[in-house]
């Protein structure tokens, strides 16, 4: 069994300028566990992703975020992936001129860990998740499809074997394949590795391959609502109008799917 972690969010309160996005947000995810959270467009889902890795631009006015004894919003993101947080990006970064190998040997040398064997962990890691091995020397991300790229995140994310990942509409622009073969790694990493994840999604039909042990609604930058699956299953029916979101089609068609409908 593999440490115990635990990302706590206490009362985070974001926004961007002087506008409020997350009022309050609550939640704590612990080592193995994985969490969804659901909302409308426009519910603040993307900006909670951005303000726990730190990305510029987001003002945060209240709360706090720790992994284990280390407050996250006091250090610069690099720091935050240091201590254990990793971002599957919904548009990972291309990074011209450096591999994937020279980019993980270089994340190795950043936090004091050994490199050797990397190479070949590389190799068998892209087999694992179906990753090209010819695009293996190219430069990170540059020309890759969109499932491409996810696969490729996902051999960094097996190599680096971070203590959390933040999966941030992990299913966009993936088809069923590519998504099929991204949750299962993900999924398999929560039981080797014990992987915390935080799946943020507005497509319940990530939920049906990556399945949650809890379901949170936000709505309005506010968890309105937690639970088993079974939320999952419920929202399916029933929208997010009854949460006070408004019931747009976008979020209809959002939920639909994760039973096949
Ligand atoms: P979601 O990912 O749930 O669709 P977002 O977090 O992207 O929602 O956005 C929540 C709200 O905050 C939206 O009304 C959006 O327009 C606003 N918002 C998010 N990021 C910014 C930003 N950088 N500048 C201005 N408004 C933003
Ligand atoms: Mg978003």
Redesign the pocket.
Do not use: A, F, M
């Given at each position: 069994m593999s440490a115990q972690h635990v990302l706590r969010i206490e009362e985070l309160r974001a926004?961007?300028?002087s506008?409020e996005?997350l009022r309050g947000i609550n939640l704590e995810v612990r080592s193995g566990e994985v969490h969804a959270i659901m909302?409308?467009?426009?519910?603040?889902?993307?900006?909670?992703s951005?303000v726990l890795m730190g990305k510029p631009?987001?003002h945060v006015s209240g709360g706090s975020v720790s992994l284990d004894s280390a407050d996250l919003l006091s250090l610069p993101s690099w720091k935050r992936a240091h201590e254990g947080l990793f971002l599957v990006s919904q548009y990972p970064i291309e990074v011209p001129g450096v591999s994937l190998d020279e980019a993980l040997r270089a994340a190795f040398e950043t936090n004091g860990r050994s490199a050797q064997g990397l190479h070949d962990e590389i190799l068998s890691e892209a087999s694992r998740v179906k990753f090209p091995l010819s695009l293996l020397g190219r430069s990170l991300n540059v020309d890759f499809s969109g499932g491409e790229k996810k696969r490729n995140e996902m051999i960094q994310l097996a190599v680096l074997k971070p203590k959390f990942a933040i999966l941030d509409?992990i299913d966009s622009g993936l088809d069923i394949d590519a998504l099929r073969d991204v949750s299962r790694r993900v999924e398999q990493a929560t039981n080797e590795d014990g992987l915390g994840v935080l799946a943020?999604t507005?497509y319940s039909r990530l939920l049906k391959e990556l399945r949650p042990d809890r379901v949170h609604v936000?709505v309005k930058?506010e968890i309105v609502a937690s639970g088993g699956p079974e939320l999952a299953q419920q929202l399916e029916k029933t929208g997010y109008a009854e949460y006070g979101g408004e019931d747009e089609v976008g979020s209809g068609v959002a939920v639909s799917g994760i039973f096949g409908l």
């Open positions: 926004g961007v300028d506008r996005i909302g409308p467009n426009g519910s603040g889902k993307s900006t909670l951005h631009g987001y509409e943020i507005h936000l930058g």
